[in-house]
Every structure is written in C-alpha cells, then in structure tokens.
C-alpha cells in the first residue's frame, strides 16, 4: 500500500502528484489523502473515490466551525483507521507537504518518502511551522526526490539521499498539439497570433510584466488557461489582447496549445519562484511550441543553455516574443532528442529503483539522476 500525503488536491491540475501515484498504482494499492474540507457535518469521516484501478483519492471532511485545537486529533484518527482497515503486507508513505506529519506522525511505515516538488515554505500564506516540520520529516525520510535541479542544490546536505527528478512529460499527449485541429470554443475567435501560457495563476505569475508586454504588443493575443489562486482574480491586468480562459481539463490542453503560435512563462523573480521546475517547459516543446521565459533558473539551466527555450527579461520580452512568432515546428529534433530522456514512465521506474536500492544496506549515492539534469 501506498499512502501519497498531498497539499495539492487531486481535481486541481494534473501535475506531478497525479503522473506518478497513477504509475504507481501499476505496482502498489495507492490511496491519495488530500487536505481537509470543511462542510455540514456533525462528526469527522472520510469521503472516498476510486479515480484509476488501484488508485483512490480520500478526503478528510471536518464540521465547520471544527476548533483547530481538534483537527490534528480527528485527522489523526481518520488516517490511521483508514491505514488499518486496508489489507497490506508493506505500507509506503509519500509525503508531498511535511505539514502532513501533525497527523501521520504515529503511522508505522516500511518506506517514508519525500518527494519535495517545491520551496513551499517560500509559498504565499506558508504556515509558520513548515521549516520545523520538513526538519522532522527529513529525519524521517528513507530518501528525498526534489523537483528540481536548484531545489536539489538547496536541499542535498539535509539528507544522506537526494535525489533530483526535475519535471518530466507525456510526450504522446502533448504531441497531440502538434496536429491541425479545431479551436476549442472559447478560443475560435481570438485572432492571431497567440501567445500562451497554462498552469497556476498565482504570485509566481509575473501580472506587471504580461501587462506590459500586451501593452507592448498590441497585435498580439495574449491567452492564459489555469485556475487564479492565492491572489485575487480583480486584480489581473485587462486589455482587449489578454484573455483570461480559465482552468481547463488536462485531455483538453494539447488542442488549446494547437492554436498557439508560442508558448510563454512569464514567472517572477522572487523567492517563490527561486527553486521552482515549471513542468509545462517540456510540455511546450512536446507540443512544437516556441518557448520564451523569464529567467527562472532550472528553465535557463536545463533548456536555455540548450537552445531550447528563449530567455528574456522586461525589456527583452517583446522582441523575444516576436523572433519566436512564426517559428512553430523548427527544432523538434533536438526538443524530441531531449524530451525521450525525460518521460513520467522512465522517472517513476528510476524513482522505484532508488527507494528499493535505499531500504538496503549500501544505498546509491545521492545526486542528480542521469537523463534528469
């Protein structure tokens, strides 16, 4: 059994969570416990769903008006009754936010797992005790995976065996993007060229720099898909050539992309966004997009070195958005030679690979995993 602890909700965006607890489902009976809501309830149970073959998504509903003093208490007994009502000969706990282990903490696991995709504590609204609590965690740990190569270098002398997995892809799905196809909808009669950005809108979402380069670039559209969170959506920019779509499903995204001319991640540059891995870097590229990014350091190290992605800054953004309009389709030999090392399938397999070599007595050594950097 497979216990996965997510701060992400499972219906949220597809991202790494869902990539890898769907592969290990294959192998493991995988229960995905999400954070807790809070509903018209008068005592604490768990609601359950099964989403794949092996793979069930739990969530913990709390009374509103629950006193906090108790839901560390509640969720306490939810998780460890959950545990114990599920036949098992190995129970293996994949912690994706260390604020999981005010309620897990007495689980007896074989195998504890940490696969840190993200400086949360650098996150808008980080709860005060997440560092101490990711100490903790840490120690527990039988061996830590980062989300990125800077991650990585941040977090290595914590734990004996880190282990950088910067963002993978499915290839086969994105490649879809590369099609001709019908726009979806909502975005028929949007004019070209497109621009385009999909994920999180939040306070990684450099808002200042996508308005003044709409501004800038009065001919072109400006399309971002994903869901506003952590900010408030009145405050995102407004211009006849932004259009704001709204979160989409993950089968949905390769025919947006389709109707793109480039692919763009305007991130800030601030402590929220210093150790991030954006996983939709490769997705552009799988999709025949040109790519143009701030200078977000695993995007210059990993594809801007390479060639494979454009990097700019304020000033620079406009003219780099206007080279890449009009390149669609050159380079897919050397974005597919890239992309073929880095599949969720060969991650998740190498992945396995080190939680079994690091529950022996001469663990591999840690470092970045060749094909991953």
């Not at 914590?158 to 099609?179: G, M, N």
């Not at 408030?232 to 006849?240: K, M, Q, T, V």
């Not at 992309?257 to 966004?273: H, K, Q």
Request: glycine residues 6%; aromatic residues 10%; proline residues 8%.
């Amino acid at each position: 059994m497979l216990l996965c602890l997510s701060h992400l909700r499972w219906d949220f965006v597809f991202q790494r969570p869902q990539h890898l607890m769907t592969r290990a489902a294959a192998a493991f009976r995988v229960v995905f416990f999400e954070e807790p809501l809070f509903e018209l309830v008068t005592t604490p149970a768990l609601r359950r769903r099964s989403v794949a073959s092996n793979l069930e998504v739990v969530t913990p509903i709390l009374p509103i008006g629950y006193p906090s003093s108790a839901t560390d208490r509640a969720l306490t007994d939810l998780v460890e009754a959950l545990v114990a009502g599920i036949d098992h000969d190995q129970l293996v706990t994949w912690y994706y936010t260390p604020m999981a282990l005010k309620f897990s903490a007495g689980l007896q696991e074989d195998v504890c797992v940490y696969d840190c995709m993200d400086e949360l504590s650098a996150f808008k609204n980080a709860p005060p005790e997440l560092t101490r609590l990711e100490h903790d965690l840490f120690a527990r740990a039988d061996v830590v995976f980062t989300g990125g190569n800077s991650l990585y270098q941040a977090k290595r002398s914590q734990h004996p065996l880190v282990h950088a997995f910067p963002s993978s892809i499915d290839t086969a799905h994105f490649q879809k993007a590369r099609r001709a196809q019908p726009d979806p909808a909502d975005q028929q009669s949007i004019a070209r060229p497109r621009v385009g950005f999909m994920g999180v809108v939040d306070e990684r979402f450099d808002t200042d720099l996508v308005a003044r380069t709409a501004e800038a670039m009065p001919d072109v559209q400006f399309i971002t898909i994903g869901p506003v969170v952590k900010i408030d959506p009145a405050s995102l920019p407004r211009r006849p050539n932004l259009h704001w779509l709204g979160p989409k499903r993950y089968a949905e995204l390769p025919s947006y992309m389709a109707g793109w001319d480039v692919g763009w991640m305007p991130f800030a540059l601030n402590e929220s966004t210093r150790f991030i891995s954006p996983t939709k870097t490769p997705e552009f590229l799988a999709g025949g997009l040109p790519v143009v990014s701030t200078a977000i350091v695993d995007v210059v190290q990993t594809y801007g070195r390479r060639g494979l992605v454009r990097i700019a800054d304020a000033e620079s953004m406009s003219s780099a958005l206007r080279s890449a309009i009009g390149t669609r389709g050159r380079g897919l030999a050397a974005a597919d030679a890239f992309l073929a090392r880095s599949s969720w399938d060969s991650t998740w397999n190498a992945m396995v690979d080190l939680i079994e070599t690091a529950t022996i007595t001469t663990p591999a050594p840690a470092g970045a995993v060749p094909g991953y950097v």
